[in-house]
């Protein structure tokens, strides 16, 4: 396999400046609170459509790479985390930048972000070729596990085991609108030509994640807004660097870890890292009061997961947080389906993602270290205009997939829904990865029960599947016992 043939289209410039635009635009959209780097990608995926598929799969890559960086700028300048991914990092950032430390904080973000992203690509372009060997054993049986495996993940994304239950049996249930995946009978269509193959992909996406944040955001225009923090300097000291070392790593190992698990994401081990670094750190009192190994563990372990999370969803087909749930989207539009066949028949294509995510890593530490002196401005833009942007944004892209009028009722009907799931607590993570898992259950369910003339047993029974089921129990008994054992600390 000629490995440099796949990786020279990648040095075309066109193929650069995309790559280059896309990860600025993700710094851009993560730094303005509100936005993130889901409703960017989502966004932006119509105006992949013409692209060679190397060029719009890698532009949108770099949107999700600079969007989960870009959130540290809002978290660090105005205690405000510009996505959710980057909420550990306010802890740590917001104080150093009351110090007169904002840029010193916002250049270890930056090389925090790039040590991440570097250590997980190295183990994306290493360990996904072997997953999708492995994967390529897998029958309906199997993949049936592997997505109720999933789905049980993401049950407990919203913190609240029931509310993150009831959004993922809602995505499931609104995955079964349209044909029938084996007879094909339409099903919960009400009589609308229009939803005869179920809800359109990515106006669902697009109304679930940015037209809902519209909503919230016109809760919030009478508030006043924070002025931006002063910045100056750029690098932090060799004594800060030499302080975060083990946090560095420790952080990347912990973001890649979990960006390799389905249904996690950023802000889950953005967490874990920064309190893993605090109890194994020699002054854990620093921590907190504007500490460097806070902003570096946090932020390694965040844009770690964004290169891990590619690992599923290229060798198995299964998201590994909610922006690839919305690469996926990106992929299929451009007529390739995920999953270990991709390795087998587009290289060319592996092997270009694989390229693209380093260099988009590069893009986003020149972009970031550039950006830090004028990171204050970009927070200035009025929060009228910004909403307004939005929702022209949502309509544009929801109407140019199909130019067809129900996908803007599907966006709306999606806005509205988010809205009201982010306002009472439930988890519009669970809803959009069960929206991707919901048809890969209920088909391979369907086909593995014809295949084995309904015996439940001989479905069961492969070792492939008994594991994924075991690790499905576990799953769902863990936050039950971590809540039993949290009740008891707290008596």
Same mark, same amino acid.
């Given at each position: 396999?000629?490995?440099?043939?796949?990786?020279?289209?990648?040095?075309?410039?066109?193929?650069?400046?995309?790559?280059?635009?896309?990860?600025?635009?993700?710094?851009?959209?993560?730094?303005?609170?509100?936005?993130?780097?889901?409703?960017?990608?989502?966004?932006?995926?119509?105006?992949?459509?013409?692209?060679?598929?190397?060029?719009?799969?890698?532009?949108?890559?770099?949107?999700?790479?600079?969007?989960?960086?870009?959130?540290?700028?809002?978290?660090?300048?105005?205690?405000?985390?510009?996505?959710?991914?980057?909420?550990?990092?306010?802890?740590?950032?917001?104080?150093?930048?009351?110090?007169?430390?904002?840029?010193?904080?916002?250049?270890?973000?930056?090389?925090?972000?790039?040590?991440?992203?570097?250590?997980?690509?190295?183990?994306?372009?290493?360990?996904?070729?072997?997953?999708?060997?492995?994967?390529?054993?897998?029958?309906?049986?199997?993949?049936?596990?592997?997505?109720?495996?999933?789905?049980?993940?993401?049950?407990?994304?919203?913190?609240?085991?029931?509310?993150?239950?009831?959004?993922?049996?809602?995505?499931?249930?609104?995955?079964?609108?349209?044909?029938?995946?084996?007879?094909?009978?339409?099903?919960?269509?009400?009589?609308?030509?229009?939803?005869?193959?179920?809800?359109?992909?990515?106006?669902?996406?697009?109304?679930?994640?940015?037209?809902?944040?519209?909503?919230?955001?016109?809760?919030?225009?009478?508030?006043?807004?924070?002025?931006?923090?002063?910045?100056?300097?750029?690098?932090?000291?060799?004594?800060?660097?030499?302080?975060?070392?083990?946090?560095?790593?420790?952080?990347?190992?912990?973001?890649?870890?979990?960006?390799?698990?389905?249904?996690?994401?950023?802000?889950?081990?953005?967490?874990?890292?920064?309190?893993?670094?605090?109890?194994?750190?020699?002054?854990?009192?620093?921590?907190?009061?504007?500490?460097?190994?806070?902003?570096?563990?946090?932020?390694?372990?965040?844009?770690?997961?964004?290169?891990?999370?590619?690992?599923?969803?290229?060798?198995?087909?299964?998201?590994?947080?909610?922006?690839?749930?919305?690469?996926?989207?990106?992929?299929?539009?451009?007529?390739?389906?995920?999953?270990?066949?991709?390795?087998?028949?587009?290289?060319?294509?592996?092997?270009?993602?694989?390229?693209?995510?380093?260099?988009?890593?590069?893009?986003? @530490?020149?972009?970031?270290?550039?950006?830090?002196?004028?990171?204050?401005?970009?927070?200035?833009?009025?929060?009228?205009?910004?909403?307004?942007?939005?929702?022209?944004?949502?309509?544009?892209?929801?109407?140019?997939?199909?130019?067809?009028?129900?996908?803007?009722?599907?966006?709306?009907?999606?806005?509205?829904?988010?809205?009201?799931?982010?306002?009472?607590? @439930?988890?519009?993570?669970?809803?959009?990865?069960?929206?991707?898992?919901?048809?890969?259950?209920?088909?391979?369910?369907?086909?593995?029960?014809?295949?084995?003339?309904?015996?439940?047993?001989?479905?069961?029974?492969?070792?492939?599947?008994?594991?994924?089921?075991?690790?499905?129990?576990?799953?769902?008994?863990?936050?039950?016992?971590?809540?039993?054992?949290?009740?008891?600390?707290?008596?």
């Amino acid at each position: 396999m000629d490995y440099l043939a796949y990786l020279l289209p990648l040095f075309q410039p066109q193929v650069l400046w995309a790559i280059a635009l896309g990860t600025l635009g993700g710094i851009v959209i993560g730094a303005l609170p509100g936005l993130t780097a889901t409703m960017g990608v989502a966004l932006l995926i119509p105006l992949t459509f013409g692209m060679a598929p190397v060029m719009g799969i890698n532009m949108l890559i770099g949107i999700y790479i600079g969007g989960i960086y870009g959130g540290c700028i809002s978290a660090i300048l105005l205690r405000t985390p510009g996505t959710p991914a980057s909420a550990a990092t306010v802890l740590d950032g917001y104080p150093m930048a009351s110090k007169g430390e904002a840029g010193k904080a916002l250049g270890m973000a930056t090389i925090a972000s790039t040590v991440g992203m570097l250590f997980a690509s190295i183990v994306l372009a290493t360990l996904a070729p072997q997953l999708a060997s492995i994967a390529l054993k897998f029958g309906a049986p199997e993949y049936f596990a592997l997505a109720l495996f999933g789905l049980t993940i993401i049950a407990s994304l919203s913190g609240d085991l029931l509310k993150g239950a009831i959004s993922g049996c809602l995505g499931v249930l609104i995955s079964c609108v349209g044909a029938d995946p084996i007879s094909g009978v339409l099903r919960y269509t009400f009589g609308i030509s229009g939803f005869a193959s179920g809800f359109s992909f990515t106006p669902a996406l697009i109304g679930l994640f940015a037209l809902s944040e519209v909503f919230t955001q016109l809760e919030r225009l009478g508030k006043a807004e924070e002025a931006p923090a002063k910045v100056s300097g750029r690098w932090p000291s060799w004594q800060d660097m030499r302080d975060s070392g083990n946090a560095l790593i420790r952080g990347s190992f912990i973001g890649t870890i979990i960006g390799i698990i389905p249904g996690t994401g950023s802000g889950t081990a953005s967490w874990i890292a920064y309190n893993e670094a605090r109890r194994t750190s020699k002054t854990p009192e620093r921590f907190g009061t504007g500490y460097a190994p806070g902003i570096a563990a946090t932020e390694s372990a965040n844009n770690a997961v964004c290169a891990a999370a590619l690992i599923p969803l290229l060798a198995l087909g299964i998201p590994g947080d909610v922006v690839t749930a919305v690469l996926m989207g990106g992929l299929m539009i451009q007529g390739l389906a995920p999953g270990p066949m991709l390795f087998e028949t587009r290289p060319d294509i592996i092997v270009g993602i694989f390229g693209g995510t380093f260099l988009a890593t590069i893009f986003m @530490f020149i972009f970031g270290m550039l950006l830090i002196p004028i990171a204050s401005r970009i927070l200035l833009v009025p929060r009228r205009i910004l909403t307004m942007s939005i929702v022209v944004f949502c309509f544009i892209g929801s109407f140019a997939i199909n130019l067809n009028p129900v996908d803007l009722y599907t966006m709306v009907g999606f806005g509205i829904l988010g809205w009201g799931m982010q306002k009472y607590g @439930f988890s519009q993570a669970a809803l959009c990865i069960a929206l991707i898992l919901g048809p890969l259950l209920e088909a391979n369910l369907r086909r593995g029960l014809l295949q084995t003339g309904d015996n439940l047993i001989a479905f069961l029974s492969g070792p492939i599947t008994l594991l994924f089921l075991g690790l499905s129990v576990i799953s769902l008994a863990l936050p039950y016992l971590q809540a039993r054992r949290a009740k008891r600390a707290t008596a």
